[in-house]
């Protein structure tokens, strides 16, 4: 798994639009919250989610933006972000890209094609583009830990 002070692995990943969407373009510009995350339309994810976008004008009042990751398909993340009015990014990870270069799965079934993260966790990438802060999570994660991180930045 990536550590803090990491050079933070960049990525190119689709958004619920279809969209590529890359690490790289925030770099210098805006702090990063990538909020790795098993499957949409599941209840702690549709917990997670919902609080994120609800917390959205704290951490944009951060200078932050908030990425959700996970392997569903970007149709998946468009209909689920519709159903529950979510209002930041989800990429879709479908080859597990992001999710291996943070060392957050290895999990694919071959039978039907489809991975899942072995983790649900939290990278806080600085607008330098290196690792703040990793946690992973046993249970829903916190934003107002995750705020109380962005605070220390500079």
Known sequence: ???VGDKAPDFKLVNEDGKDVSLSEFKGKKNVVLAFYPFDFSP???T???CFSNDLPKFEGKDTVVLGI???SHFTHK???DKLGIKHTLLADRNLEAGKA????TSVDAKKFLGTF???ATVIVGKDGNVKFVAEHGEARKNDDILK???KLK
């Open 1 to 3: 798994m990536v550590k």
């Open 44 to 46: 702690v994810c549709t």
């Open 48 to 50: 997670e989610n919902t």
């Open 70 to 72: 996970s392997a569903d």
């Open 79 to 81: 209909a689920w972000k």
């Open 102 to 105: 943070y060392g957050l799965t």
């Open 118 to 120: 072995d983790k649900r």
């Open 149 to 151: 991180e962005l605070a």
